[in-house]
């Protein structure tokens, strides 16, 4: 059964900085698509940040500067380096997969519990 498991949220004041790491857990053959998706109240999920297996990244245009997604392939492991935060980035951040378990197999996706950022001002 493939798990994710994500950490480092936290509550910090506008300019701070925090870390999400998500580790991915299970039979693994490869790993397509590593992202991270927000969440906040009243608002729809949305996607902050993807990395592909080549190296390429996205990102959405409100954190461009500040974000940083990277991932270490050999533990499946993929973080989110975030800085200068600021009030409007509180939300709840989400891991996002998309894998594939053994050779023959077809792409699946899978989802982190979510861990929550708070940025007071």
């Known amino acids: 059964q493939v798990q994710l498991v994500e950490s480092g949220g936290g509550s910090v004041q506008a300019g701070g900085s925090l870390r999400l790491s998500c580790v991915v857990s299970g039979t693994i053959h490869s790993i397509n698509i590593m992202a991270w998706y927000r969440q906040a109240p009243g608002l729809q999920r949305e996607l902050v940040a993807e990395?592909?297996?080549?190296?390429?990244?996205n990102y959405a245009d409100s954190v461009k500067g500040r974000f940083t997604i990277s991932r270490d392939n050999a533990n499946n492991t993929v973080y989110l380096q975030m800085n200068s935060l600021k009030p409007e980035d509180t939300a709840e951040y989400y891991c996002?997969?998309?894998?594939?378990?053994?050779?023959?197999?077809?792409?699946?996706?899978?989802w982190g519990q979510g861990t929550q950022v708070t940025v007071s001002s």
């Open positions: 990395i592909l297996s080549g190296g390429t990244t």
């Open positions: 996002y997969v998309d894998l594939l378990r053994r050779l023959g197999y077809y792409y699946e996706s899978y």
